[in-house]
């Protein structure tokens, strides 16, 4: 079974910068799409980035030029490193997998928090 596992979170002012990380266990990071979404307060779950198998990547534009999307193979990690960060990126960031041939994601993190203080 896929298990994903965030950590990084935590609190920073606004300007910050914070990287996340994706462990993943149960299979390769190889030939997996993984991605980042976030929920804020009272909102809905959105999507933040994704990292393709074949090393493409896709940004929200609210993140674009600010946060970059990596993946270590070799550590079956992924990451995500946000820079100039603003009180409105606060919320709980999920990572989540799959096949690149599968429409959803069927494995999810159980999220870590990040707060900016402005």
């Known amino acids: 079974q896929v298990q994903l596992v965030e950590s990084g979170g935590g609190t920073v002012q606004a300007g910050d910068s914070l990287r996340l990380s994706c462990a993943v266990s149960?299979?390769?990071?190889?030939?997996?799409?993984v991605a980042w979404f976030r929920q804020a307060p009272g909102k809905e779950r959105e999507f933040v980035a994704r990292?393709?198998?074949?090393?493409?990547?896709d940004y929200a534009d609210s993140v674009k030029g600010r946060f970059t999307v990596s993946r270590d193979n070799a550590k079956n990690t992924a990451y995500l490193q946000m820079s100039s960060l603003k009180s409105e990126d606060t919320a709980v960031y999920y990572c989540?997998?799959?096949?690149?041939?599968?429409?959803?994601?069927?494995?999810w993190g159980q999220g870590t928090q990040v707060t900016v203080s402005s």
């Open positions: 149960g299979r390769t990071l190889t030939n997996y799409v």
């Open positions: 990292s393709w198998a074949g090393g493409a990547t």
């Open positions: 989540a997998g799959r096949p690149p041939a599968s429409p959803t994601y069927a494995a």
